[in-house]
């Protein structure tokens, strides 16, 4: 099963879990799966501008995006852009 | 026990008192991350819901059935893909009339309005605000093209009305279903036309509940008030208010008579006239401010959000300002004097009192 590790806003929100593990085919159906999708994704499904993704610590824009297929050991990394103050 | 949630740019804060209101302990951070825009405790059943917004996960309402210590996230909130628009921000929840179970309005960017009947876990659009056949004449202001005040009609079921900036004052007789423009009197005076339709910059829009049909209105260009349900307003920043400007506006929940403004110097230099932190207050519906002073600090370069200003319902009335700057100004009697309740909080959004055990 793929691992996704959630920054600790999102972790907050999932009710304190940080850590999923997850049966899914693609990185877009794992991250559809979390109870944080809603934060993660805005109202028409797509994936926030500022929400960034690593695969086994690449950035999925290099890999397939959210097509990215998942074998099932890889570990997922949520990470909020670094901006603001 | 008197509760002051205070939303701040980095989370929710509450200030606690007993009835006398003299001493304050300070609850939180709750909801940390999160811009809370506005918060209000629901008097019906105690509910704290807060309009939620962050820079990377957009924006939302959260829920806490326990003053506080858990919160959980609205499921679904959203504009339909047809309008052509997502939403921005959420600005101010409103909580339905007594024996509305479960009803709450929702106001938020751009312009919009929604409505839930299952606290707070699913909105609906408004449909008839979000496709309003004026919409095309309105226009962002500086926080945004938000839906900022969310007043409810008590003496009538279906009466409501909504504030915008930069559309203006708008009146439903059919909760919701249809909208009046109601903003005959109130300037727009950066428009061409001074006195349009729609288009006005309303910053903050108030409803007195003893006494309905009156509404007070803190504009982008003026303080108005209206005793026809918004069909006609009167000017009132002439009669002895150092500006027009200003964000809040407060009331006495007792005295239709009584309201309280903060002015500014103006849209160019948006902070408080003459280095000072004036709360000017008139008790003969507009005719005339006087100046209140004792106990707020001198000199003193302050803002005040739209939201930063609230009032609770006990005799005699509380009254609660908070700056910018992160001070909280209270007074136990009507705004004769004001004590500083808290300070050195992060930068507040949104006052607003309640009294529940």
Redesign the interface.
């Known amino acids: 099963m793929a691992v996704i590790l959630l920054p600790g806003m999102l972790a907050t929100e999932a009710g304190g879990q940080r850590r999923f593990e997850l049966d899914a085919a693609t990185l877009d159906e794992a991250l559809r799966s979390l109870p944080v999708a809603n934060l993660i994704f805005d109202e028409r499904g797509v994936l926030r501008r500022l929400v960034n993704v690593y695969v086994d610590g690449v950035d999925m824009r290099e890999r397939d995006g959210l097509a990215t297929t998942l074998a099932g050991n890889e570990t997922v990394r949520l990470v909020g852009a670094i901006a603001g103050g | 026990m008197v509760r002051v949630l205070v939303g701040t740019r980095k989370g929710l804060f509450v200030l606690v008192s007993g009835d006398e209101r003299r001493e304050w302990t300070i609850e939180g951070p709750h909801l940390?991350?999160w811009d809370v825009f506005h918060a209000v405790l629901d008097p019906r059943d105690g509910a704290i819901y807060a309009a939620t917004n962050?820079?990377?996960?957009?924006a939302?309402v959260h829920r806490s059935t326990d003053l506080g210590a858990t919160w959980t996230?609205s499921?679904?909130?959203?504009?339909p893909?047809s309008s052509g628009v997502?939403?921005e921000k959420t600005w101010h929840v409103e909580p339905g009339r007594e024996g509305e179970d479960g009803r709450l309005w929702l106001g938020g960017a751009p312009g919009v309005l929604f409505r839930s009947d299952d606290s707070g876990a699913t909105w609906e659009v408004v449909e008839s605000l979000l496709h309003h056949e004026t919409r095309d004449r309105w226009q962002p202001g500086a926080g945004g093209m938000c839906c900022h005040s969310v007043q409810l009609d008590p003496s009538a079921p279906e009466r409501m009305y909504v504030g915008i900036s930069a559309a203006g004052v708008f009146r439903s007789e059919d909760g919701g279903e249809s909208w009046t423009p109601a903003n005959q009197g109130t300037a727009a005076e950066f428009m061409p036309d001074p006195y349009p339709l729609v288009g006005q910059c309303v910053h903050k829009l108030l409803l007195h509940p003893q006494k309905p049909d009156r509404l007070w209105q803190q504009n982008h260009c003026g303080v108005y008030r209206s005793d026809d349900r918004g069909q006609s307003w009167e000017r009132l920043d002439g009669n002895g208010l150092p500006s027009g400007f200003g964000f809040p506006l407060a009331l006495d929940p007792r005295d239709p008579d009584t309201a309280y403004v903060v002015p500014e110097h103006g849209a160019e230099n948006r902070v408080t006239v003459d280095g000072r932190l004036g709360i000017y207050r008139t008790r003969d519906g507009g005719e005339s401010w006087e100046l209140a002073t004792n106990g707020l600090p001198e000199p003193a370069w302050a803002s005040v959000m739209r939201e930063g200003f609230s009032f609770d319902r006990l005799d005699p009335f509380g009254i609660y300002l908070g700056t910018q700057s992160g001070s909280i100004f209270a007074s136990a009697d009507g705004g004769e004097s004001w004590s500083e309740a808290a300070s050195q909080l992060p930068t507040i959004l949104s006052v607003e009192a309640a009294v529940w055990p």
Request: proline fraction near 0%; glycine fraction near 18%; hydrophobic fraction near 30%.
């Open positions: 940390e991350g962050n820079f990377v996960y957009g939302t996230r499921d679904e909130i959203g504009l893909e997502k939403l």
